[in-house]
């Protein structure tokens, strides 16, 4: 039988480079949107794999879903194209006992999965791991795959991870200004697409004009891959790690005793967002779905609501509330289309965002009473995402800043936030006003 020889281009350079020659148990490649960071990463985990047979590797996010548009893509489509066309590695779907995988010819295996699903992945041993967007994790869920890092087929064990920065004070920062953790600085002078034979190529101009374009806290993050905060964060007391939860996603459907809100920002060509909020027994508030698109029709955002209402076979209990920016042509447009009446929300700013602020203090139990969940999102808007603007209400957060310009007349120069980029958080206000301001009207349904 004819030994199968594959040929597989990829050129590393600079911190892509230095990533390869790393022997550390924990490397981070940190840098700036589009600098071929996942690229690398998949590309090592690949190459160790067919040098090492009978290797286990995992390729792991914060969520499971959330690898499938992402890592799984890059390695499906760039990295194992030739092996994966070739049979030397094939992909296994998964079973109830065991995770999903791409397996070699040789014995070696990478597992598949997210750390919200993490009793498959964690319950093996492996030799490598690699965690996309590591900011998205704890450093608790980081240090429980440091201890499954045991399985002795390589010379060497590591966990590698890539991430855009993130504040300053993010665990990940401090832990690899500690030297418990090598971080590499990833340029976009690394990545070949964009950067070639000493030039930008034309891809790689039109991608940095795009992030030029960015201001504050996203630019100097995503633009210049710093460690930066906004400065006058309004919800300066947000963490990711405390204040985004994996309990429900936007294909969940909440128990029915719990009770459900929908809050709605109307826009067409600004972001139309509409929320579906829920509540527990402890009165924790819970956003787990979410619509955030441009250029569509409030009838035709008022038909998906309604579809995704009654997916996978089963009608949710009507909202308690569906509570609506004051644009009367487009509330009316909504009632006639969903069938129910709306609420005018709440839209008084300040005592909007202190009930917010209120929310996200941790209370005695170690919780917050408010949380976003992670893979809310039912469909990403590409526009937004292209033009590098937040394309969902959590990315809006980290950049919702308080307007300091002097005001007329003004004593306290905090007295609104900087109208941009906030419709998520005009949409996260009215719910909580709502709910904590106004008390809980039930919707009065009609025949249309």
């Keep these: 039988?004819?030994?199968?020889?594959?040929?597989?281009?990829?050129?590393?350079?600079?911190?892509?480079?230095?990533?390869?020659?790393?022997?550390?148990?924990?490397?981070?490649?940190?840098?700036?949107?589009?600098?071929?960071?996942?690229?690398?990463?998949?590309?090592?985990?690949?190459?160790?794999?067919?040098?090492?047979?009978?290797?286990?590797?995992?390729?792991?996010?914060?969520?499971?879903?959330?690898?499938?548009?992402?890592?799984?893509v890059t390695f499906r489509e760039y990295v194992a194209r030739e092996a994966l066309a070739s049979g030397e590695v094939r992909w296994y779907g998964g079973s109830p006992q065991e995770a999903a995988s791409y397996r070699y010819l040789n014995g070696s295996v990478i597992v598949v999965g997210g750390m919200d699903k993490g009793d498959k992945i964690m319950s093996s041993e492996y030799d490598a791991a690699y965690v996309q967007e590591a900011t998205e994790l704890t450093e608790d869920d980081w240090e429980k795959i440091t201890t499954r890092l045991r399985n002795g087929r390589t010379p060497f064990q590591q966990l590698m991870a890539d991430c855009n920065p993130g504040p300053p004070h993010h665990w990940l920062k401090r832990r690899s200004d500690a030297g418990r953790c090598q971080m590499l600085n990833s340029r976009h002078q690394d990545n070949p697409r964009y950067f070639t034979g000493g030039a930008w190529t034309d891809e790689g101009r039109v991608y940095l004009e795009r992030l030029d374009a960015l201001t504050g806290v996203r630019k100097e993050r995503l633009r210049y891959g710093r460690w930066?905060?906004?400065?006058?964060?309004?919800?300066?007391?947000?963490?990711?790690?405390?204040?985004?939860?994996?309990?429900?996603?936007?294909?969940s459907h909440p128990p029915d005793a719990w009770p459900r809100w929908l809050s709605v920002d109307f826009g067409y060509t600004n972001p139309f967002v509409a929320q579906?909020?829920?509540?527990?027994?402890?009165?924790?508030?819970?956003?787990?779905?979410?619509?955030?698109?441009?250029?569509?029709?409030?009838?035709d955002h008022a038909k998906q609501i309604e579809k995704l209402r009654k997916s996978q076979n089963r009608m949710e209990p009507p909202f308690q509330a569906v509570v609506c920016d004051h644009d009367a042509e487009d509330r009316a447009t909504l009632e006639r289309h969903l069938g129910v009446s709306t609420v005018a929300a709440h839209k008084d700013v300040l005592p909007g965002i202190e009930a917010v602020k209120a929310r996200m203090k941790?209370?005695?139990?170690?919780?917050?009473?408010?949380?976003?969940?992670?893979?809310?999102?039912?469909?990403?808007?590409?526009?937004?995402?292209d033009a590098k603007k937040p394309y969902s209400t959590e990315?809006?957060?980290?950049?919702?800043?308080?307007?300091?310009?002097?005001?007329?007349?003004?004593?306290?120069?905090?007295?609104?936030?900087?109208?941009?980029?906030?419709?998520?958080?005009?949409?996260?206000?009215y719910l909580t006003a709502q709910v904590d301001l106004r008390g809980r009207p039930r919707v009065r349904f009609f025949n249309v």
Excluded at 10 to 34: C, D, K, Q
Excluded at 229 to 251: C, I, K, P, Q, W
Excluded at 276 to 299: C, K, N, Q
Excluded at 365 to 379: H, M, S, T, W, Y
Aim: glycine letters at 6%; hydrophobic letters at 40%.
């Design 395 to 429: 990315q809006e957060i980290s950049e919702y800043i308080w307007d300091t310009r002097p005001q007329p007349g003004s004593v306290n120069i905090r007295e609104a936030p900087v109208k941009q980029n906030d419709h998520g958080m005009d949409a996260l206000r």
């Design 276 to 299: 579906w909020w829920t509540a527990d027994p402890d009165g924790r508030l819970y956003m787990y779905r979410e619509i955030y698109m441009t250029h569509r029709l409030v009838e």
């Design 1 to 72: 039988m004819t030994a199968v020889v594959l040929e597989h281009a990829y050129a590393s350079s600079g911190a892509a480079r230095e990533l390869f020659l790393s022997h550390a148990p924990e490397v981070l490649l940190s840098g700036a949107a589009g600098t071929g960071k996942s690229r690398a990463c998949l590309e090592k985990l690949h190459a160790m794999c067919l040098r090492y047979p009978g290797m286990r590797a995992l390729i792991v996010r914060k969520t499971a879903t959330s690898l499938t548009s992402t890592a799984l």
């Design 362 to 385: 941790v209370a005695g139990d170690g919780k917050p009473r408010i949380f976003i969940c992670r893979d809310a999102l039912v469909e990403k808007d590409q526009a937004l995402d």
């Design 228 to 251: 930066a905060a906004a400065e006058g964060l309004v919800y300066d007391g947000f963490d990711s790690a405390v204040h985004l939860s994996t309990v429900l996603n936007s294909r």
